[in-house]
């Protein structure tokens, strides 16, 4: 027993397993967090990768949050010691329904038990894989170095004691060595990845009153400053793109410049509602406008500048209701319908994949403007107007071929387009309910669809200057589900 123990004490003050046990450490963790997969997870609607970021050279550092595409935010005010510092990886954000769920629950004051649940639940696996990669990891740098180990004692051997060296006493010290200096390596490791583990728990319990992302990562949010005079007398207001300036309709005469570079029609949507309810409705919206660069800020359209829509929706005094359409010109919707045409098949990873990035740049964009519009004064009726499909994927007309040189559009990628659509109305939808405003589907009919009522069609052709744009009979079946809900103010009664 006591020579046990005197070989253990031998081995514990070997330069040569103190070095192994320092190289099983260092590389045994850093190869443990560098190589486990991150772990998916579901939480609050959002898909969750859940493991640890790279290790660095400092005593400590704060969780990490990953939003795929966009950018990496360190959790403010949490500090984790040691090398296991938790990463979220997350993206792109979705506003559906499970998420919208979830904010409702959250904000009705519901704990986010099952979400915190979730997350732990991921990185203890995340841990578990990350132990068996961190054994493996120490056991390897152990067989190496003590292959190293036997080449030398053999040489040292053979030179101390010549042909009469007994293999079988060698082999019995190697083994003794060997073993001793791989149990304290790999226990060294374990207790120093144990102890990670701790601290890294310890460290994360400042994260359990988080709710929201915006708990973990701080939020920031700079609205537009009004811009022009003050507007009065205005009962509405309509901002958006195209689709509601009517791109290819009757412009008034003497029009002013912003109105020409705009293509704000004298049929537009704004023009449509104001005849309906009697009132005055100002008409923002402009060809091309995005959220970023037409709604949020200026917009350069035919060689004129013009300032935010938001900008100038904030110097309207007292608007009842604001009418918004937005989406396809952040998508690049016309790129994207151009491509299907051209390509024989535009179901492509690539052009997937752009689709799913844009479609979270613009989410992100949508909630700055859903911020924007939440915090007018007047508080006005906000109307979102979704997205339409132009056409059906049984569709057989000159619209679905195209012109002659590009092969046309086949069932499936009027599918695809259609499916990308829903994607889009999806994220408009669950965004204006979570702030509780109205939600219109346009009731237009696709192109290729008989004309039941002898109006004409609701969509410029393929043949038109201005292909898949509401007509005016289009514009003016959008102004009635708009105009029902923001209603028609009743008639003052005479004095």
Not at 469 to 486: F, K, M, N, Q, S
Request: aromatic share 4%; glycine share 10%; net charge neutral.
């Amino acid at each position: 027993m006591a020579g046990h123990l005197r070989g253990w004490t031998r081995e514990l003050r070997s330069p040569v397993t103190l070095l192994l046990v320092v190289a099983s450490v260092v590389g045994g963790v850093w190869a443990a967090v560098t190589l486990t997969p991150h772990q998916d997870v579901e939480v609050l609607g959002q898909q969750l990768s859940v493991g640890a970021q790279a290790p660095t050279a400092t005593v400590s550092g704060p969780p990490r949050i990953v939003q795929i595409g966009n950018t990496s935010l360190d959790v403010p005010d949490v500090a984790i010691y040691g090398p296991l510092r938790p990463q979220l990886t997350i993206g792109p954000v979705q506003r559906n329904e499970t998420a919208g769920d979830a904010v409702a629950a959250l904000a009705q004051g519901r704990s986010p038990a099952d979400a915190l649940a979730a997350i732990v639940t991921g990185f203890e696996h995340w841990y578990g894989w990350a132990t068996l990669i961190l054994v493996a990891v120490v056991l390897g740098i152990c067989g190496l170095v003590g292959s190293l180990r036997v080449l030398a004692m053999l040489r040292f051997t053979v030179r101390r004691s010549g042909a009469g060296a007994r293999p079988a006493v060698v082999a019995r010290r190697l083994s003794r060595t060997l073993t001793r200096s791989t149990v304290v390596a790999l226990a060294a490791a374990l207790v120093v990845w144990g102890v990670s583990g701790v601290l890294a728990v310890a460290g994360a319990q400042g994260l359990r009153d988080a709710r929201s992302l915006t708990d973990l990562t701080g939020a920031h949010h700079v609205t537009p400053s009004p811009v022009g005079p003050t507007v009065s007398g205005v009962r509405g207001v309509v901002i958006g793109d195209s689709r509601v300036a009517r791109l290819g309709g009757p412009l008034a005469p003497g029009a002013p410049a912003e109105d020409v570079a705009c293509a704000r029609s004298t049929d537009s949507l704004a023009h449509q509602i104001s005849t309906a309810i009697g009132d005055e409705v100002l008409n923002l919206a402009c060809s091309g406008a995005r959220i970023s660069t037409g709604l949020r800020g200026p917009q350069q359209a035919g060689g004129v500048t013009v300032p935010p829509q938001i900008g100038r929706l904030k110097q309207v005094e007292d608007p009842a209701f604001v009418a918004v359409a937005v989406g396809p010109n952040d998508l690049n919707w016309t790129d994207l319908i151009g491509y299907c045409y051209a390509a024989a098949d535009c179901a492509d990873n690539f052009t997937a994949g752009e689709f799913g990035y844009r479609l979270a740049a613009f989410d992100r964009d949508y909630a700055d403007l859903l911020a924007d519009l939440a915090t007018l004064p007047s508080h006005p009726r906000v109307v979102v107007i979704t997205s339409y499909d132009v056409l059906r994927p049984d569709a057989q007309c000159a619209t679905v071929r195209g012109p002659l040189q590009y092969p046309g559009l086949t069932p499936g990628e009027i599918q695809l387009l259609a499916d990308r659509n829903a994607a889009l109305n999806q994220v408009l939808t669950a965004g204006a309910r979570r702030y509780g405003f109205d939600v219109v589907t346009p009731p237009l009919s696709p192109l290729c669809v008989p004309d039941g009522d002898g109006l004409g069609p609701d969509l410029q052709s393929i043949q038109d200057r201005y292909p898949f744009h509401p007509t005016a009979v289009g514009e003016l079946r959008l102004t009635i589900p708009v105009v029902d809900r923001v209603g028609v103010p009743a008639p003052v009664p005479p004095p």
